[in-house]
């Protein structure tokens, strides 16, 4: 299959490659690096990134930031960070998306912990992620063509835990190797509509 | 209790009046109606609200539009509607009211059954509604002075079921005066962080 793989050199997104590249043809987006550079806050960039790939089997996507600290600090502008990538980038992602997606393609999205098992500080990542969770659930209904539509719910990355475990008391962190496999469940599996949770 | 009911007009709004205005000293908030005029996708509006009324104990957020009709025509721009008011404009509401809102006061928003049971056509309403509940229980966890945070979700409604009802296949509609006891449990409980569903 010809994926494209947007955030490809995130913890989560090199995970990703390094697991279903020996598999597939992968096409690598990124803001900074990659076959092709895209920043997701903009439709336009979205658009120019597709016209440059052309059509594709599947897109996963893992990028996205968010504001993480105390609710007194965030902002409406800080907020902002979370909605403009991790929210409308994704989703804006698939609606750009759909014509350049081939029959039986599959979007993969990424969502995190936070939306299920909240934490201090991470409101704004949660609304994000809970945003996106409903959008596929409710958008893989009315996908044309037998386009599926998932995402994936990593929890604390074994990875990431120096920087972020102050946050995540008591959360078991789980392997960036681990989390990769729920993305090939959605690529090559059959689901549609799914929240590959890896807690 | 001073509670500021925004989006007093609409449906369930006028149901959340009805019932709470013999008991406490509700202040209205509209776009075109109302003691306060607000827009709620502007954050200068909303704060220009919060300083004509002043400290509260309670604010009823109820307002909220999406765009309700097919994935393939729900263009980013499509999608704004609802990113703007139904999700940003309520988040707003907390983030900018925490400064006007007394101690052990609540904020009540507003989502919907799509996030939960969702229909075809509803993607742009439940990602809005996802996010607004995400956001809820995390920030729950973070509020300051004991304030506490709640969103009601209500199903198809009784009195709306002429316009929506074709998307709405075998969904039972429940009365605006149902939805509405739903805020007084909010309004008047101890609970926080909660999802009242009235389905």
Redesign the interface.
């Known amino acids: 299959m010809k994926v494209l793989l947007i955030g490809a050199t995130g913890t989560i997104g090199s995970a990703v490659y390094r697991l279903i590249s020996p598999r597939h043809e992968v096409m690598t987006a990124g803001r900074s690096e990659g076959d092709v550079r895209v920043d997701i806050t903009s439709?336009d960039s979205i658009t120019a990134m597709y016209e440059s790939v052309g059509k594709v089997d599947a897109v996963i996507s893992t990028p996205g930031a968010s504001f993480f600290g105390?609710?007194?600090e965030?902002?409406?502008e800080r907020?902002e960070i979370a909605?403009e990538s991790k929210?409308?980038g994704q989703?804006?992602i698939v609606?750009?998306g759909?014509p350049y997606m081939r029959e039986r393609g599959s979007f993969t999205l990424t969502t995190g912990i936070?939306?299920d098992d909240?934490?201090?500080?991470?409101?704004?990542?949660?609304?994000?992620?809970?945003?996106?969770?409903?959008?596929v659930?409710?958008?893989?209904?009315?996908?044309?063509d037998g386009i599926r539509i998932n995402h994936v719910s990593p929890g604390l990355l074994e990875e990431s835990k120096d920087k972020y475990s102050a946050f995540f008391p008591g959360f078991e962190p789980v392997p960036g190797t681990r989390v990769a496999q729920a993305y090939l469940k959605s690529l090559e599996g059959a689901q549609t509509?799914q929240t590959y949770r890896v807690y």
Do not use: E, H, R, Y
Not at 137 to 144: G, Q, R, T
């Open positions: 439709t105390p609710l007194a965030l902002t409406p907020n909605i929210l409308k989703i804006n609606l750009l759909i936070t939306m909240p934490v201090k500080g991470g409101a704004s990542a949660a609304m994000a992620c809970g945003a996106v969770s409903a959008f659930k409710a958008a893989s209904l009315d996908m044309p509509g």
